[in-house]
């Protein structure tokens, strides 16, 4: 559930972004991602704004019972909600374990192209695995979806081709969007970046 007036939960800060819960004047960017077609290429249905104002409160609620979730991502500046980037169970068992964590994101057209996503992100693995102390994170995406498979490679995840699935929630009438693939990162091989990248703590 989302208040009017509640202050949100600040979950992380880097430089120029804000990762944080969700508040009621967010619902307007939420539903303009939901709905946008260009956001929404690889996802079968654009969402009505009823839809996404049921999405919305999911999300936070996710976020208040378990800490992990697909939190709000703004910017800094100007303290504009801008999309989302989190963490969240894959809730996918016939797909991966039970326990399996992924990162994903989704972000308004108006912000692409400045490297809000991979800050977010990386902000992201460092917390997975330095305050969640998780062994591994996935991410996945319809193998067409260069954008975001390119944003996986930025961040070091690498494809598990043992692993690729056919999305059970996506319906037969969309064949094309059901491939999907599977890239990860074991919490070993981001310690190993971060010290060759020289930002050991």
């Known amino acids: 559930m989302l208040h009017r007036n509640m202050l949100p939960r600040i979950i992380l800060e880097t430089e120029r972004l804000r990762l944080r819960s969700w508040i009621d004047s967010d619902r307007d960017l939420f539903r303009e991602i939901n709905s946008d077609p260009k956001v929404m290429e690889f996802f079968p249905f654009r969402r009505t704004h009823e839809e996404a104002d049921t999405f919305l409160a999911k999300l936070n609620d996710a976020i208040t ?80 979806n260069r954008r975001s498979t390119a944003v996986m490679k930025r961040l070091g995840l690498h494809r598990i081709t043992g692993m690729d699935f056919d999305h059970p929630r996506v319906p037969d009438t969309h064949p094309h969007l059901k491939p999907h693939v599977v890239y990860a990162i074991t919490r070993d091989e981001w310690q190993r970046q971060r010290e060759a990248a020289g930002r050991t703590r």
């Open 65 to 144: 019972e378990t800490g992990l979730g697909f939190y709000a991502l703004e910017l800094k500046e100007t303290q504009e909600p801008m999309g989302f980037c989190g963490l969240s169970l894959a809730n996918m068992p016939d797909v991966f374990p039970v326990e399996t964590v992924e990162i994903g994101w989704r972000l308004a057209t108006r912000f692409w192209g400045n490297g809000y996503v991979t800050e977010a992100a990386r902000a992201l693995l460092d917390f997975a695995f330095g305050d969640k102390h998780l062994d591994a994170v996935v991410s996945f995406a319809v193998g067409e």
